[in-house]
């Protein structure tokens, strides 16, 4: 009987460490934001864990109901790390000691990284790693962070107004830029507005602009002159500007003013002779 009772006791201690003995399948997610980096950005790494437990069947029939399955399908998270590249360096300290997450739990972490002034177009990946369960387990999973250098684009468009300019705008990224901003300059002119405010653009949106060209002072625009333009935007939180644009602008022709009184009097001096010679004509005929 105590041999029996010896046993029961023991299979119930094997049960109960079976199931706190956890083989981890965390379902791991992540998110850049902004979504592509431009060389120089800072950029957060969102990664969320989900215990997916429940979802692989982990714990079995045999212990369900029990206190031992909701133990089974709870694990606990021990620590986190990303590794950074040559090209995209982690700015946050790895986790440690994040607690338990349970069954269809999710937890989410940050990471703030930096893309070097020389990081290359493409998709570069960060090793990340987690380490959970009462087995200490670890997970291994890549990270994807995009890089692209293309800044907004500016190219001329048709004129459609006297003494103004037209722009197209675009953006030719993968992602959303925000507070699109265009500069013009040139030497001796005023432009209106003095800044065209866009604000956000999609990726492969286009905006046309105009700018009113006139001349600074009393002087006039007569000889084509050159316009300069610079778009400044933001990509996340970091701010960039895009090449100078430079166009030739030519002022519209002014024709001069017709003297209307001087075409008079010419019409006049022309009409005395006439009506002079017509008088005669008739006093001939009489």
Not at 198 to 226: C, H, R, W, Y
């Amino acid at each position: 009987m105590r041999s029996l009772l010896w046993i029961k006791s023991l299979l119930l201690i094997i049960s109960v460490a079976c199931a706190y003995i956890y083989h981890m399948p965390v379902n791991i997610q992540s998110t850049v934001d902004p979504a592509v980096l431009m060389p120089g950005d800072e950029a957060i790494i969102a990664i969320e864990l989900e215990n997916g437990a429940a979802e692989y069947g982990a714990g079995g029939e045999s212990v369900a109901g029990t206190t031992a399955h909701s133990a089974l399908i709870s694990t606990p998270l021990n620590a986190t790390k990303l590794k950074g590249t040559d090209m995209i360096d982690v700015l946050t300290e790895d986790y440690h000691n994040l607690g338990m997450i349970g069954p269809t739990d999710r937890i989410t972490i940050y990471y703030k990284i930096r893309a070097s002034e020389n990081a290359t177009r493409g998709t570069h990946l960060l090793d990340f790693e987690v380490q959970g369960g009462y087995d200490s387990i670890t997970i291994h999973r890549t990270i994807p962070v995009k890089v692209d250098p293309a800044a907004v684009t500016l190219t001329r468009a048709e004129d459609t107004t006297m003494g103004s300019i037209n722009l197209n705008v675009a953006n030719p990224r993968e992602n959303t830029v925000n507070a699109v901003t265009i500069i013009p300059s040139a030497r001796g002119v005023r432009f209106s507005p003095e800044e065209y405010y866009i604000g956000t653009m999609d990726p492969d949106e286009v905006f046309t602009i105009s700018f009113k060209v006139d001349p600074i002072g009393q002087t006039e625009l007569n000889a084509p002159t050159n316009l300069s333009f610079v778009a400044r935007f933001k990509n996340g939180e970091t701010w960039h500007e895009s090449e100078v644009y430079e166009t030739r602008y030519s002022p519209p022709r002014v024709e001069p003013k017709r003297n209307n009184l001087l075409f008079a009097g010419i019409a006049v001096l022309l009409l005395i002779p006439a009506a002079y010679i017509y008088r005669r004509k008739r006093l001939k005929v009489q």
